[in-house]
């Protein structure tokens, strides 16, 4: 290969390094909240997410090209995608040249790759919210929710790999990034065919022992998935229509944050662990500022992974978050004031006055059978220090009417 | 000699009318207290005044089976610049503000007293005086209404939930009622009470004044600007105004005392959850009820109402002083008036909708702000198309007959939109008196600017 060849190639490289973290900019934006599943291109979210919820749908299939892609050219998305890795060395360039001294250092990103995938064969892919994918949206992600330490944490991890990468120059996407170490596993596999066609002896770094490593770490990953699974706090969150059920949702979220960075309402927001570890920032529902909106399905549009479905708007508008319920306690209805603001700011007409006492008084009741628990009635009550009528986490699907 | 003669005079008169030994007491009594001479000159101009009245009659009659009332000229009461017809809280607001920005006015109620459902009602608490946007609270009830709230914090146990972080103000309604006689007094409108307006004056289009009947006869009143805060919207629909009508729930309030003597937990467990909400006095709650659905201009139904909720009452409080804890309950009163919520609403220029109020719209004409029902929303433009009929003219509406959909009702009809939109009516109403247009054509400006001047919150 020629030097003109060389250079010419390394144009193009630089130049589809800089389109792509041009255009994962302009997609993530928080304040244009396009609902594209931007990590869904990321193989490693694509294969976590085929294999904790046992489907391939449109998320999965954005996986594959680049998946082809790196199978024909070794560690491409590192090379030729990856905005997280264009980012680092930027960063890189800016600082002085030191040894590298971590060069001895174990491969510990494929471990992490193998974990992962193994624990997504238990329903919890323990390392995906690694992902360069995951942590560059988280980032963009966090400015849409308001200050507070969650938000703060949620758009943390691509800060520390950019603090990491300054400490310890190149470790983030040598020995780290699970990405990079799927690829580099991918890498070992196809060497290892192309040597099991020629029928050549696997040379000294892959002995037979390394495949039984690789399947000793994998079990670890889907032992470790499955125990994190079981470990939560008692009282399920609120999750966002069209949500997986609780056991897988917490597994197949990667929390890149996308969800709640196109949520128009801003109710969805990272959970800062009250609801368990294995909960640690997914997701959650709050209806403190905003009601999930009828004609809005941009979380399930937006979710790479498939931790919210894909669901049409029609499709979406059955989904329930939870049922409503009213403590008749707090109720100034009930108690014999005049209050009717939770039966008007229901958008589904859902929820109707009952007469009590032989009509001397009244209460709100919900009908289970339009109520989707968009919170509207919620937001809308003016007891205070609680909501006297709130949604409880129990997901569901209306019938068609 | 003569004292004698004259007590037997009485006598005779009283206990033909059955209350001889009442007031023989009395009389006694005061006659061994002090001189006689002035008590007997009292009761005397009592008897003396019931004076033969020397009015034209022009009683009804059947023709052809029809009964058939005369024509016949009307004695004119008075004529106005501004005729305010019903005094609660919109009227009233409304009447202040027309006399303070120096219209002639004229207030004409049903009732004895300014305050309509408010103090007649014994609907004590003043729901949307406040917005809650950001977690800041903001008064949007202020100018007239505004004021009269202020003056209750002058007296003991006047008003309560009033200030800082807090919604739903109370007010006793003695308290509310005297302030009101004091600030329309002070604002020197001409007030008639227990006259009922039963027909409008129309000149074309317009409205020219109302007829109303009274202990007096029927009379006339005319006026440059009649304002509707009947609350049912007589006026505006007996001068054929577009209109649409409702059915609401119609309760009745009652009123317990010595809630201080009842023991409140024991009450609590034989199920009676809640013994009213509280008002100023510690020993009395004010005790709503929904009632059922039901139409508040049928006289039937108002009445069969009327009959239902004072046994159901009178029996709930029976009860409830049979269960231990609850001994010292009594049942202070049922309220004078019946609690219509909702009945004719106004076709305005403008039609206020739920959904606009929780945008919230703002408009160029914006006359009044609207509060949170109960204290946790922001507040809402009111335009002055909401006041203005679609083509009568003549005539503004304010209070809870003014042009609104059905969720919105629930926010126009409470007192804290009441006395804001009576503001409003009230001041644009004395603007078009002022410069002799119609209400249509009154500069929204300078309503605006009066409406500034005189305190009111336009946003």
């Known amino acids: ?401 | 000699m003569n004292t004698h003669m004259t007590r037997r005079k009485l006598f005779h008169i009283l206990s033909a009318a059955g209350l001889g030994p009442a007031f023989a007491s009395r009389v006694v009594a005061d006659e061994s207290g002090k001189g006689s001479k002035g008590k007997e000159q009292t009761l005397g101009s009592m008897l003396q005044s019931t004076s033969v009245e020397n009015r034209p009659r022009h009683p009804a009659f059947i023709r052809d089976g029809k009964v058939i009332q005369p024509e016949r000229p009307l004695p004119v009461f008075q004529e106005t610049d501004v005729l305010v017809v019903g005094g609660g809280a919109a009227g009233w607001a409304a009447a202040v503000s027309a006399a303070r920005a120096g219209a002639k006015t004229m207030i004409v109620e049903r009732y004895g007293c300014f305050g309509g459902l408010w103090t007649g009602g014994i609907v004590l608490v003043v729901i949307s005086t406040h917005t809650m946007e950001n977690g800041q609270m903001t008064q949007v009830v202020r100018g007239i209404g505004g004021e009269l709230l202020d003056r209750h914090a002058k007296f003991d146990n006047a008003i309560v939930n009033r200030g800082e972080a807090k919604f739903n103000p109370t007010t006793d309604p003695e308290a509310t009622m005297f302030i009101m006689d004091e600030m329309i007094q002070e604002a020197k409108v001409k007030t008639i009470f227990h006259c009922w307006a039963t027909d409008v004056i129309m000149d074309g289009g317009a409205v020219r004044g109302v007829v109303f009947d009274s202990k007096a006869g029927r009379q006339a009143i005319l006026a440059k600007v009649v304002v509707d805060t009947t609350g049912d919207g007589d006026i505006f629909a007996a001068a054929g105004a577009e209109h649409e009508q409702r059915l609401h729930a119609m309760g009745l309030v009652h009123r317990l005392g010595n809630v201080d003597r009842a023991d409140l937990a024991a009450l609590k467990k034989a199920g009676y959850k809640t013994l009213g909400a509280i008002e100023p006095q510690p020993s009395v709650r004010w005790v709503n009820l929904r009632g059922p659905t039901a139409n508040g201009l049928d006289i039937n139904e108002l009445t069969r109402l009327q009959f239902e909720h004072r046994r159901a009452i009178w029996e709930r409080v029976q009860k409830m002083s049979k269960t231990p804890g609850g001994e010292q309950l009594f049942l202070l009163q049922t309220a004078p008036q019946i609690g219509v919520r909702t009945t004719r609403l106004l076709a305005g220029t403008h039609q206020l909708t739920y959904k606009e109020s929780r945008e919230p719209r703002k408009f160029p004409d914006t006359v009044a702000v609207g509060g949170a029902q109960n204290g946790k929303h922001a507040g809402w433009p009111i335009p002055y198309g909401v006041l203005l009929p679609k083509k009568l003219d003549g005539l503004l509406t304010a209070g809870r007959s003014i042009s609104m959909d059905d969720k919105l009702v629930e926010d126009g009809r409470l007192i804290g939109a009441c006395l804001t939109t009576g503001h409003a009516a009230g001041a644009a109403a004395a603007v078009a008196a002022k410069d002799g247009c119609r209400p249509r054509d009154v500069s929204i400006p300078k309503v605006q600017k009066l409406l500034r001047e005189q305190g009111a919150y336009l946003g």
Not at chain 1, 44 to 66: D, H, K, Q, R
Not at chain 1, 174 to 198: F, N
Not at chain 1, 301 to 317: F, H, M, N, V
């Open chain 1, 1 to 401: 290969m020629t030097t003109g060849a060389n250079g010419r190639g390394n144009r193009l490289r630089a130049t589809g390094r800089w389109l792509a973290l041009a255009a994962s900019v302009a997609l993530v934006l928080p304040w244009w909240m396009i609902p594209v599943p931007l990590a869904s291109f990321s193989p490693l979210v694509a294969a976590c997410s085929a294999l904790a919820t046992w489907t391939v749908g449109f998320i999965v299939l954005l996986g594959v090209p680049v998946l082809v892609l790196v199978l024909l050219s070794p560690k491409w998305f590192c090379r030729y995608a990856c905005p997280v890795g264009l980012l680092l060395e930027l960063q890189g360039k800016l600082r002085p040249k030191t040894p590298l001294r971590w060069l001895r250092w174990p491969f510990i990103c494929r471990w992490l790759a193998l974990l992962t995938l193994g624990g997504a064969c238990a329903g919890y892919p323990l390392f995906v919210w690694l992902d360069p994918l995951a942590i560059f949206n988280g980032f963009f992600s966090a400015w849409r929710t308001p200050l507070t330490v969650t938000s703060v944490c949620a758009g943390l991890a691509l800060p520390v790999a950019l603090l990491v990468d300054l400490l310890l120059p190149k470790v983030w996407c040598a020995r780290i990034c699970p990405l990079g170490g799927l690829q580099e596993l991918l890498v070992l596999a196809g060497r290892r065919a192309r040597q099991l066609l020629r029928h050549e002896h696997p040379d000294h770094n892959h002995p037979a022992r390394l495949g039984r490593r690789i399947f000793l770490v994998t079990c670890i990953g889907a032992a470790a998935g499955a125990l994190t699974r079981s470990v939560r706090g008692q009282m399920p969150p609120l999750r966002p229509p069209g949500a997986l059920d609780e056991t897988r949702f917490t597994g197949v979220c990667i929390r890149c944050g996308s969800c709640t960075r196109v949520c128009p309402t801003r109710i969805l927001r990272p959970d800062m662990g009250e609801h368990g570890l294995a909960r640690l920032l997914a997701p959650v529902v709050k209806f403190t500022e905003g009601y999930c909106r009828e004609n809005c399905n941009r979380c399930g549009q937006a979710c790479p992974s498939g931790a919210i479905t894909r669901l049409s708007l029609a499709e979406k508008r059955l989904r329930v978050i939870g049922p409503a319920a009213v403590d008749l306690d707090l109720c100034l209805l009930a108690n014999g004031q005049e209050c009717t603001t939770c039966i008007r700011a229901c958008p589904y007409e859902a929820i109707v006055m009952e007469e009590t006492a032989g009509g001397l008084s009244a209460k709100p009741v919900v009908d289970l059978k339009k109520c989707t628990g968009c919170g509207a009635c919620e937001l809308s009550c003016p007891t205070t220090p609680r909501p006297a009528i709130f949604v409880l986490p129990k997901p569901g699907v209306l019938k068609p009417s």
